[in-house]
């Protein structure tokens, strides 16, 4: 079942993460493979790339060369702008094959909430920004909010974010989700 109780079709699987220690105690890091890509039968499977809670410290990740997508659920910056500048020249570092970053903010990155116009113009042009919002890549509808239920916003908030999500997203991403 998905989050809104329908049945989930998406043939997607989780894989352990190849030679990957965290960086720090709360970096995570998964990689799913999708069946589904635009194109169809034929094409190989999707491989997106999930980290989030880096801090500062994305560039002592090791991603992997065959991945098509990156998706970071936020906390990747450390209060500043020039944190920002670097996560996004860090992206641009990415192996070729990872034709499309898709970033969410987290609780932890505050310039954009305290500078919202500097701190999405340093992330501009490299990668996207998805805030309660959808876009869809090679096949895969994937969702993304920058709303994050900790520490405070539980209960009837929460649900309210989580029934933006539309039914027809495959993958959603969060700050403390």
Known sequence: MDHHGE????PCQHEDPPQYSPVT????????KCDQRAGGVGRSPVRVV??????GLHDRLHIPDDADILVHAGDFSKEDIPTIEHFAAWLDTLPPTIKHKIVVTGNHDTMFAKNPEAARAALQGHCILLDDSMV???????WGSSWSPWPFNKGPPLQKKWDLIPSSSQLSSSSSS
């Open 25 to 32: 105690k709360r970096t995570t890091a998964t990689i799913i």
């Open 50 to 55: 999930c980290i989030s809670d880096t801090h």
């Open 7 to 10: 049945e989930d079709n998406t």
């Open 136 to 142: 869809e890549v090679e096949g895969l509808r994937i």
